[in-house]
Every structure is written in structure tokens, then in C-alpha cells.
């Protein structure tokens, strides 16, 4: 059984310039114990990169997030963020979750999906009036998750731009300093409680409102935990998401015989965006650590109590010991439980909401644009969380 005495190795492994997982991944996974290693900011941690130890880390309640709080957190950037429902373990997080959870639900959902499948038709109605070559980024694929959570929390559209420059500050590994760090939260909580402020003067049928009379009338959270469960969802409900597609576009121009099959059997076109979730590894590298609050074995190795764990999901949606041929793309491949919208109690409250974006965004696209082909060279996001095409020239 290994311990810490372990050197730790410099991490994140993946590079920003694409969307390759790095082959240290598979050796780590192929080693006996966890590795240990160093992100740039905080102390060092174990490094899972198996699947079911990804499982036991994420659904195991001895792994806290609330304990994060307590530590000086690995992390990829300066600027330390209480990440508010993310940073938090049973009950408190389950309180505020069940607030939000009825508006995700599969059935709640399905009910934007002619909206969404409009605003998709929309936008490539613009695409094909203007003419190639576009930016799939800022013409299609940001516009779609942005468009649906800024009316699912009734955030303006004239002050929409405003959000996205908060929200990449948010997301960001850059040289923020922490005192940049900390103003940009700052601005944004300050811009989401006046947003609440004014739902608070004219309620209307939005999240926010519902999650005001949470507040007000049950007294079920407080005031800052309403402005950064506001806030939360606005970043989480549209970046990866946005992130994502041009990430499964540009995936599928590089699988064309994958694409061919897909655009023949458009039934398989929802196994195929799970297929995606499962083969993309969106993040630079693992993040949101989990400390052990006993002594526990994770893959051969003792997590003693106060260690942090981070979990690398894209390596283990690519482990051979849960998926057939795991470095292959196969978009009718049978249904299997990949680890793209993480698991346990964190498990993404909005996965419900990004598949129904990323099937309606991807199904439209190809099917509007049968000769769909990349027009230049990708400019790609640098020194962000999630790794995807800042710019992305199609042609069709």
C-alpha cells in the first residue's frame, strides 16, 4: 500500500491547446496506488484516475467538500473561492439543492425543448442569412445555454455580455491575483443582488422568484446563500455547455466516419451526445477536492484523514477496466454510466438541461449542414478550467 511519502508530480497533465488526454493518465492507471501530485497553487493531493475509485471518492460520504474550507485547497489559480454549494456536504447542500432541483428535473426540462429546438433553428437561420465563414463559438454555441438559463433566472439580455466577462474571470487559472479574484466575485454578487432586488419588486415566473420566496417567506437559506445559488447557476448553467458543443463538433469533423453514421441513424443521436460526454475530457485537469475525514483505501493507497483527493473524470471515462475499447469514439455505443456529470451528492443538479442543449444544438447543426467542415484554424480557450475553441471557423 503506498502513502505520502510519495514525491509529488507537477499537474495538471493536459494541455489547453486541444482536446487530447495525456498519455500520463493511462500510466497512472495502469500503476498500482493513487499518484500524488501538485497543482500550482495549495498542497499536494492523491490523483484518482480509475474509474471505480472516481465512484467511491465521489459517492463516499467519508470524502467531504465542506472540508476544502478548512485547507489550503489544491487548486489551479491564486484566488481561493468558496464555491458555495460546491463547497458544502450534507445537510446544508442538500437543503439548498432541493430548492433548485424541481426546475432540473427531467420532465421540467422537457418542456423547453421546443423553445430550445426554436432558438437552434433560429441561429442557424442567421448563420446560413450571413453566410460562411462563422464562429461556431460566438454564433451558435454560446448563445444556446446562455439564451436558455438567463430566461430560466429572468437575467436581462441587454445585460448578458456583462455576465460572461464575470463568469470567465470565474473560470480562469490566469494570472488573477487573488484581489482580482475576489473583486470579480464581488461584482458579481453585487450585479445578482440587485437582480434579486428587482425579482424581490416584481416577482415573475422565473427560478429566481421561486428561490426569493424560499428565502422570504420559509426562511429555508439565507441572503448571501440565495446571491451565490443565484450565481452558481447562472456559471454552471451555461459554460460547459457552451464549452461542449463546439468541443463535440469539432470531435465528430475529426471522427468523419462517426459523423456519417450518426447523420444515417439520427436515432442514435442521444446516445451519441453521451458517447461525447464520456469521450471529450473537458477539464484542463481534475479539480474540487475531497478530503478524506477518516483513514480510507482508495485504489491501494491510504487517504489519511485531512488528505485531499482529486478525481480526474476524463481519465476515468477512458478506463479499460469499465469501458470496451475506451479510446475509441463510437457513437451507437451501448449505454454505459460515464462520469461526465460527475456522481453522488454533487452530481450536476443541471444535466437534465445540458443534454436536452447539446442534443437539440448538435442534432441541428448537422442535420442543417450536411457539408458542416472546419473554415480556419481554432483559437483555443488558454488558462481556463475547461479546455474548448474560443474561436472555431465553420464552413458549410
Request: aromatic residues 6%; hydrophobic residues 40%.
Amino acid at each position: 500500500m503506498t502513502t505520502a511519502e510519495t514525491t509529488p508530480l507537477t499537474y495538471p497533465f493536459n494541455s489547453s491547446d486541444g482536446l487530447a488526454l495525456s498519455e500520463a493518465y493511462e500510466q497512472a492507471r495502469n500503476r498500482t496506488g493513487l499518484l500524488r501530485v501538485r497543482l500550482p497553487y495549495g498542497e499536494p493531493a492523491w490523483l484518482v484516475t480509475r474509474y471505480a475509485d472516481a465512484r467511491l471518492v465521489l459517492g463516499d460520504r467519508r470524502f467531504s467538500r465542506a472540508e476544502a474550507l478548512h485547507h489550503d485547497e489544491p487548486r489551479q489559480s491564486e484566488g481561493r473561492r468558496d464555491s458555495g454549494i460546491l463547497t458544502m456536504d450534507p445537510p446544508d447542500h442538500t437543503r439548498l439543492r432541493t430548492l433548485v432541483a424541481k426546475a432540473f428535473t427531467v420532465h421540467q426540462v422537457e418542456k423547453l425543448r421546443p423553445w430550445v429546438r426554436r432558438l437552434t433553428h433560429d441561429l442557424l437561420d442567421d448563420l446560413e442569412t450571413a453566410g460562411p465563414p462563422a464562429d461556431l463559438v460566438d454564433r451558435y454555441a454560446l448563445p444556446i445555454p446562455v439564451g436558455v438559463i438567463c430566461a430560466m433566472l429572468g437575467v436581462p439580455e441587454e445585460d448578458r455580455p456583462r455576465f460572461r466577462t464575470w463568469s470567465d474571470a470565474a473560470l480562469s487559472t490566469s494570472s488573477l491575483s487573488a484581489e482580482e479574484s475576489a473583486r470579480n466575485t464581488d461584482e458579481l454578487r453585487a450585479y445578482m443582488a440587485g437582480l434579486i432586488e428587482a425579482h424581490r419588486s416584481s416577482p415573475r415566473d422565473d427560478i429566481m422568484t421561486s428561490l426569493i420566496e424560499a428565502r422570504d417567506a420559509g426562511d429555508r437559506l439565507s441572503e448571501l446563500e440565495l446571491v451565490d445559488l443565484c450565481v452558481a447557476i447562472l456559471v454552471a448553467g451555461h459554460e460547459t455547455t457552451a464549452t461542449q458543443i463546439p468541443n463535440f463538433v469539432l470531435t465528430l469533423l475529426e471522427h468523419p466516419d462517426e459523423l456519417r453514421r450518426l447523420r444515417e441513424n439520427p436515432d442514435l443521436l442521444n446516445g451519441a451526445v453521451e458517447e461525447l460526454l464520456r469521450f471529450v475530457p473537458l477539464g484542463m485537469g481534475a479539480s474540487q477536492a475531497r478530503y478524506a475525514t477518516e483513514d480510507v483505501e482508495v485504489g491501494g493507497t491510504l487517504v489519511r484523514t485531512g488528505e485531499p483527493v482529486l478525481v480526474a473524470v476524463g481519465s476515468a471515462n477512458r478506463d479499460a477496466l469499465r469501458f470496451d475499447e475506451p479510446g475509441i469514439l463510437n457513437v451507437a455505443r451501448p449505454a454505459a454510466q460515464h462520469l461526465g456529470f460527475g456522481h453522488g451528492v454533487h452530481h450536476c443538479l443541471g444535466a437534465p438541461l445540458a443534454r436536452l442543449e447539446l442534443q437539440e444544438a448538435l442534432g441541428a447543426l448537422i442535420t442543417r449542414f450536411p457539408e458542416l467542415r472546419a473554415a480556419g484554424d481554432v483559437e483555443w480557450k488558454g488558462q481556463m478550467l475547461v479546455r474548448g475553441p474560443r474561436v472555431m471557423p465553420i464552413a458549410w
